[in-house]
């Protein structure tokens, strides 16, 4: 009876330990910059990006683009393959981030 304790104790862990747990990570959108211009996070983590502020803004990859993101708006992206992907304002093109995903 031992035995099989430990065999589901060790199920058990083994499972919660390769089970990780995505996250949320936040970019501000302040002063006509991305705040943290650069940002790592693991796959399948979300950004969520937010602009407190009153000028118009968006977030643009080569594959998709928020909508206009005006004072208090947010925008957020699961990232599911590992790679780097840099990002820009679409209103302000010298607005420019990047996300490295592990």
Do not use: R
């Not at 502020?53 to 928020?66: I, L, M, N, R």
């Not at 957020?76 to 820009?88: H, R, V």
Request: glycine letters at 10%; hydrophobic letters at 40%.
């Amino acid at each position: 009876m031992k035995l099989a304790g430990v065999i589901v104790l060790v199920a058990v862990l083994v499972f919660f330990s390769g089970a990780a747990q995505a996250s949320t990570a936040q970019v501000l959108i302040k002063d006509f910059k991305f705040q943290p211009d650069t940002i790592t996070v693991n796959k399948g983590d979300t950004i969520t990006w937010t602009h407190p502020g009153p000028a118009s803004h968006t977030v643009k990859f080569a594959d998709s683009e928020s909508g206009i993101l005006k004072n208090g708006g947010q925008y957020s992206k699961k990232f599911d393959q590992a790679g780097t992907f840099n990002y820009e304002c679409g209103v302000h093109p010298y607005m420019k981030g990047k996300v490295i995903v592990k």
